[in-house]
Nanobody, 128 residues
Framework: QVQLVEFGGGLVQAGDSLRLSCAASGLTFSRYAMGWFRQAPGKEREFVATISWSGGSTHYADSVKGRFTISRDNAKNTVYLQMNSLKTEDTAVYYC?????????????????????WGQGTQVTVSS
């Protein structure tokens, strides 16, 4: 079966960096666009970033643009989220997700319903 497993969460201070990884199995990884979402306590899950199957196209939420970078390694079936200049408001559970999408216009993949598979999430806590 399809599994998405996130790694790399933890407790950091504001201004620090953190890199999340998401290892995928049970699917043809290169046929899926990948995304990162997050959910803070008491809030709805929100879009963070997405990347096309080839890695050639990316899209970010305004709140993370310029600070976060999504990338992927299709040989390793892994997607990454490099998070720099972290802020306390970045504190959340971060989820990776896979969308069966062969196009490059990933700007449409900002809604959770567009994604077919989800990981279990990894906690990121940013202290002041």
């Amino acid at each position: 079966q399809v599994q998405l497993v996130e790694f790399g969460g933890g407790l950091v201070q504001a201004g620090d960096s953190l890199r999340l990884s998401c290892a995928a199995s049970g699917l043809t990884f290169s046929r899926y666009a990948m995304g990162w979402f997050r959910q803070a306590p008491g809030k709805e899950r929100e879009f963070v970033a997405t990347i096309s199957w080839s890695g050639g196209s990316t899209h970010y939420a305004d709140s993370v643009k310029g600070r976060f970078t999504i990338s992927r390694d299709n040989a390793k079936n892994t997607v990454y989220l490099q998070m720099n200049s972290l802020k306390t408001e970045d504190t959340a559970v971060y989820y990776c997700a896979a969308a069966r999408f062969s196009g490059h216009m990933v700007v449409s993949l900002v809604v959770s319903l567009e994604y077919d598979y989800w990981g279990q999430g990894t906690q990121v806590t940013v202290s002041s």
